[in-house]
């Protein structure tokens, strides 16, 4: 029975770290933490027990008595931060529904969406998702789903409203949001994920995200 539960995953094949007392949660708090400094860090090759075990504070042993493997270990450190992360990136659909002026919600929505998904330790996150993902499929599967019910989802939402209301014709809600996120958030995304260091300059951007926006509307918008 402690085997099973030392195993557990959840849905996605994410370990699943069950309840504890105050100072083991701690210390697997603090394993977790400096195995995900590693792992970004270093990639999950070039990774080393030793410096997750140097950067914890914890004995090699308890690292092992906890997390049991480097594999098992990276799933939950790398699953966990990005929960953590995209968490607070979700944009604001309900109020895009009730907007008065759709373009300039749709440019302001789409441009700080763009901004945070930009952010250097998003970006190290992304690009090390996407680097793994042949060896660990089940962290390609969670954050596409974790960043669909937080991204994706609440827009979706706001497009059937807008459609429902007569403002946009949107026939398939969930392509159009597809659409709107390639043609906005995707282009300076797509740049900063395969050239490292790009500086993004916020006037770029802008207008990135404008045409983005207008392309979609020429579309979808009601006349």
């Given at each position: 029975m402690e085997a099973?539960?030392?195993?557990?995953t959840?849905a996605?094949?994410?370990p699943?770290i069950?309840?504890?007392?105050?100072a083991v949660?701690?210390k697997?708090?603090?394993?977790?933490d400096?195995a995900?400094a590693?792992?970004?860090a270093?990639?999950?090759?070039a990774?080393?027990?030793?410096?997750?075990t140097?950067r914890?504070?914890?004995?090699?042993?308890?690292l092992?008595?906890?997390?049991?493997?480097?594999?098992?270990?990276?799933?939950?450190?790398?699953g966990?931060?990005?929960?953590e992360?995209?968490?607070?990136?979700?944009?604001?659909?309900?109020?895009?529904?009730?907007?008065?002026?759709?373009?300039?919600?749709?440019?302001?929505l789409?441009g700080?969406?763009?901004?945070?998904l930009?952010?250097?330790?998003?970006?190290?996150?992304?690009?090390?998702?996407i680097g793994?993902?042949?060896?660990f499929?089940?962290l390609?599967?969670?954050?596409y789903?974790?960043?669909?019910?937080?991204?994706?989802?609440?827009l979706?939402?706001?497009l059937?409203?807008?459609g429902r209301?007569g403002?946009l014709?949107?026939a398939?809600?969930?392509?159009?949001v597809?659409q709107l996120?390639?043609?906005?958030?995707g282009?300076p995304?797509?740049?900063?994920t395969?050239?490292?260091?790009?500086?993004?300059?916020?006037a770029?951007?802008?207008?990135?995200?404008?045409s983005?926006v207008?392309?979609f509307?020429?579309r979808?918008?009601?006349?």
């Open positions: 099973e539960t030392a195993n557990a959840d996605y094949g994410i699943v069950p309840a504890s007392s105050d949660r701690r697997r708090r603090a394993i977790v400096a995900a590693e792992f970004l270093e990639g999950y090759a990774a080393s027990m030793d410096a997750i140097s914890s504070g914890v004995s090699k042993a308890t092992y008595k906890h997390f049991g493997t480097k594999e098992r270990l990276f799933l939950a450190a790398i966990g931060i990005l929960r992360t995209c968490a607070g990136l979700e944009p604001d659909g309900s109020a895009l529904a009730e907007a008065a002026d759709l373009r300039s919600a749709l440019i302001t789409t700080d969406w763009a901004t945070l930009l952010r250097p330790d998003v970006m190290t996150l992304r690009r090390l998702v793994e993902t042949g060896r499929p089940q390609g599967r969670l954050w789903q974790v960043t669909y019910d937080m991204l994706n989802g609440p979706v939402e706001a059937t409203e807008l209301r403002r014709e949107v398939d809600p969930e392509l159009a597809r996120v390639a043609a906005t958030v282009v995304q797509l740049v900063d395969f050239a490292p260091g790009t500086e993004t300059d916020p770029e951007l802008t207008r990135v995200v404008t983005g207008d392309l509307l020429a979808y918008a009601v006349p």
